[in-house]
């Protein structure tokens, strides 16, 4: 079963056909139709790096779609502004418990942004709080 398809309906024009799952639970469906041959980097370079950054243990490209939706997927493509421009040079990863995962996972979804994301907005308000209680200690 192809997790990814794309199916010919006009000049240089596809249907994207996505939820196929490899162990067959699960039969593709079209995502979106009639997406210009041109277009196609915009509509899988989102797909791919989302997958890629929030895909859990394992999780094939199929199960990924299947588990986001088409609603969340077809707003990842809507607002694709590029990939993140955090530089490599200042590197987070996060090692977490089972259950903070899982809570981050699900904050993930409602912000709609990444863990990385998210705790960078945590240290930076942590260490703006921090500085308020030092500046005020002093006054």
Do not use: C
């Not at 994207?16 to 699960?26: D, N």
């Amino acid at each position: 079963m192809a997790e990814l398809g794309l199916v010919g309906d006009g000049p240089n024009s596809y249907q994207i056909w996505l939820v196929g799952m490899p162990a067959q639970t699960s039969l593709a469906r079209t995502f979106m139709n009639k997406v210009n041959i041109q277009d196609l980097e915009k509509v899988f370079k989102p797909l791919f790096y989302n997958w890629r950054l929030k895909r859990k243990s394992k999780e094939s490209f199929g199960d990924f779609t299947n588990r986001v939706g088409f609603e969340k997927l077809e707003e990842i493509v809507v607002k694709w502004e590029g990939v993140s421009k955090t530089s490599s040079r200042y590197y987070l990863k996060l090692f977490t418990d089972k259950e903070t995962y899982e809570a981050i996972d699900a904050l993930e979804r409602v912000e709609n942004k990444n863990a990385h994301q998210l705790a960078i907005e945590v240290i930076l308000n942590y260490a703006a709080s921090q500085q308020n209680v030092k500046h005020r200690s002093r006054t």
